[in-house]
């Protein structure tokens, strides 16, 4: 039986070799509305210099658009899908991509900042739970902070089969963890995106 983990990297290796290098192969419905959220993401602070962490990182577009925006970062990528890993490692190899699931691989290494984009509305099953463990998860691996987004249940039409968060509730969990938070639910009617950080 397939593991819900396993599901869902079996799901982007389709996209991916139906697709191949572009924002389909990530479910994306454009370009533009994945630049877009990096560009929300990438708000967090200061990069320029900085070490970071892209969780569900792809095909490693996004340091593709730090690099256009000439944005100069240590960057890592993880992502759960060999897949896009050997695409983005073909890519960019100069860069570290690897093939990891931060709730079930040892990670030791820690980061300034980490991100993720895209990686929550697939999940089916314990959707809050494992939700909340990913945002700890990669809250810990921060040195700095955390930048992600979601789809949002603030908006009028959702999708089925795709995983909405109350941007509500999300918050009085982030504020758990750290009272330094922001949202940010100006850019697109159906998504959010999210910033915790360690100290102010």
Request: net charge neutral; with cysteine; aromatic share 12%.
């Amino acid at each position: 039986m397939k593991t819900h983990y396993q599901s869902i990297s079996d799901y982007y290796t389709r996209l991916v070799k139906q697709h191949g290098i572009a924002p389909r192969s990530l479910d994306w419905g454009s370009k533009t509305s994945q630049e877009l959220r990096f560009n929300i993401m990438s708000q967090v602070a200061n990069l320029e210099g900085k070490k970071i962490l892209d969780v569900g990182c792809g095909l490693g577009d996004f340091w593709e658009y730090l690099q256009a925006q000439k944005i100069q970062v240590d960057y890592t990528g993880y992502d759960i899908t060999s897949a896009m890993v050997e695409k983005a490692s073909a890519r960019f190899p100069q860069l570290t991509i690897e093939c990891k699931n931060i709730l079930e691989d040892k990670v030791e290494e820690k980061f300034d900042y980490v991100f993720a984009s895209g990686i929550l509305y697939l999940l089916k099953n314990n959707q809050a739970t494992i939700s909340m463990k990913l945002i700890s998860r990669m809250f810990k691996l921060s040195i700095k902070g955390l930048a992600f987004n979601s789809l949002s249940t603030w908006t009028e039409n959702q999708e089925d089969n795709e995983y909405y968060i109350n941007p509500a509730e999300i918050l009085n969990y982030a504020r758990q963890l750290t009272p330094w938070v922001c949202i940010r639910h100006d850019y697109l009617p159906n998504d959010f995106t999210m910033f915790l950080y360690k100290e102010k």
